[in-house]
């Protein structure tokens, strides 16, 4: 089944997608020279490889532009768990060296205080590690104690918390995921404001398709919650501002990879879920 994307950019009428993928790339080819820079750096090139993907998926996709959206992933992935892992002791210094970068060593101190560890955060964080296969990363990052994530000055309802729990579930191959599935849809009816009911009910519908035989069909899950999501994100967004996030949900890319793993057949298309990422194939 064909989704197709409702957002037009008008590269030929506002902004050319030479000139968005313009920063993107710059941190790209800056990379090695910037993550020796600060810290935080690590949070900000890992969220402008995830942003150059994005923007990539309007391009012709040629070989090499989806080995650059590949490669750029499988560097956020690393330090997007690191940041995390800087969090999970914020005194502890803890030394990285990720692929072909340079070896870098930080501690977490003002993570928690500055807001900057949140479960979305957390939840972009594992899924892009299950994109790129990154077993590791995914493994640190369930690891993470949510009692810490509610430390964080940045606060969150109660359905965020409960997603990652979810999803920890999975990770540890725990039986009990149906039940926790159960427990989130309904505190997403329960809080039901707009994220809640388009975005982490979408991610609990695909996941218990995913995960459970509760007769949920999963393309069709997959499907209906591409178009809901990339519809919040168009309406969250004021007339001026372009809905990036919608153009590659991670989570919703990230599930579709492990029903790939799995063994199945993803039948929904969209340019929104890139074929090589879920098939894994620069991985």
């Not at 063994?263 to 298309?269: A, F, Q, R």
Request: hydrophobic share 40%; proline share 4%; aromatic share 10%.
């Amino acid at each position: 089944m064909k989704v197709i994307r409702v957002y037009d950019p008008e590269f030929s009428t506002c902004v050319p997608l030479a000139e968005w993928l313009e920063s993107p790339r710059e941190a790209y080819e800056e990379m090695a020279e910037d993550i020796a820079i600060r810290r935080d750096n690590l949070l900000m090139i890992s969220n402008d490889m995830i942003k150059l993907s994005r923007w990539l998926t309007w391009e012709v996709q040629t070989p090499e532009i989806e080995q650059e959206s590949a490669t750029g992933l499988r560097y956020a992935s690393k330090m997007y768990a690191a940041f995390f892992e800087c969090a999970e002791q914020p005194e502890k210094i803890s030394t990285f060296k990720i692929y072909d970068l340079p070896e870098v060593s930080w501690n977490g101190k003002g993570l928690l205080e500055g807001g900057y560890i949140t479960p979305s955060e957390w939840c972009e964080a594992y899924f892009l590690a299950v994109i790129t296969r990154d077993k590791e990363s995914m493994e640190s990052l369930a690891k993470f104690p949510v009692d810490i994530m509610k430390q964080s000055a940045s606060k969150a309802g109660p359905v965020s918390y409960l997603l990652i729990e979810v999803f920890k579930a999975y990770q540890y191959k725990e039986d009990n995921i149906l039940m926790l599935v159960d427990s989130a849809m309904e505190a997403a009816m329960k809080q039901s404001n707009d994220w809640a009911l388009d975005i982490a009910m979408g991610y609990l519908e695909t996941f218990a398709a995913l995960t459970t035989d509760i007769g949920f069909d999963f393309n069709e899950k997959l499907a209906k919650n591409l178009e809901i999501q990339e519809k919040h994100h168009i309406n969250a967004r004021h007339e001026d501002l372009v809905p990036v996030d919608s153009f590659i949900p991670l989570e919703l890319l990230g599930m579709a990879c492990m029903w790939h793993d799995k063994g199945n057949k993803v039948t929904v298309e969209s340019d929104s879920l890139p074929r090589f990422l879920i098939e894994g194939t620069y991985l």
